[in-house]
């Protein structure tokens, strides 16, 4: 039976002592696509995807907030269901071309190396953004952010 995302944030919070802080639900991968979010999340569950990337451009196209270090997210699985409740813990604004080695690798994906992170990346970003009838180019900004779990169902 799964437990809901605020039954989980509620008991983790109260647990944690965190009276003023509120939660989203995120997964990570396409929704639509539930094998790269089963990956992804089996991969944070292991302790192995410890960060994450997107252009900044995406937050304003989805009027979506970027991610603040202190933030929390109950994490999905790929059926939709709570697994866990991530922790933002850095947040910064790198241009494309210069996302560093350990942030590539920190991603778990592909090969693990810098070439391979921007070769998908540019990829990838390109598509997100064409979603929204808008340009990336390995010039624009990417928001990388590190994340640790901090509770697992």
């Given at each position: 039976?799964?437990?809901?995302?605020?039954?989980?944030?509620?008991?983790?919070?109260?647990?944690?002592?965190?009276?003023?802080?509120?939660?989203?639900?995120?997964?990570?991968?396409?929704?639509?696509?539930?094998?790269?979010?089963?990956?992804?999340?089996?991969?944070?569950?292991?302790?192995?995807?410890?960060?994450?990337?997107?252009?900044?451009?995406?937050?304003?196209?989805?009027?979506?907030?970027?991610?603040?270090?202190?933030?929390?997210?109950?994490?999905?699985?790929?059926?939709?269901?709570?697994?866990?409740?991530?922790?933002?813990?850095?947040?910064?604004?790198?241009?494309?071309?210069?996302?560093?080695?350990?942030?590539?690798?920190?991603?778990?994906?592909?090969?693990?190396?810098?070439?391979?992170?921007?070769?998908?990346?540019?990829?990838?970003?390109?598509?997100q953004?064409?979603?929204?009838?808008?340009?990336?180019s390995?010039?624009?900004?990417?928001v990388?952010?590190?994340?640790?779990?901090?509770?697992?169902?």
């Open positions: 039976m799964a437990i809901s995302a605020e039954k989980i944030w509620t008991d983790f919070a109260k647990s944690h002592q965190l009276t003023n802080k509120t939660f989203q639900t995120r997964w990570f991968g396409e929704q639509s696509n539930s094998k790269e979010v089963s990956e992804l999340t089996d991969k944070i569950l292991a302790g192995d995807k410890i960060a994450t990337s997107k252009p900044l451009a995406y937050y304003s196209s989805k009027d979506e907030p970027i991610p603040q270090v202190g933030d929390y997210a109950v994490l999905l699985n790929a059926d939709m269901h709570a697994v866990g409740i991530i922790e933002t813990v850095v947040s910064e604004l790198v241009p494309f071309f210069r996302v560093s080695a350990e942030h590539a690798y920190n991603e778990a994906e592909g090969k693990r190396t810098l070439e391979d992170w921007q070769e998908r990346s540019k990829n990838k970003f390109a598509a953004m064409n979603k929204y009838d808008r340009q990336f390995t010039n624009d900004p990417v990388c952010e590190v994340i640790k779990l901090v509770y697992r169902v």
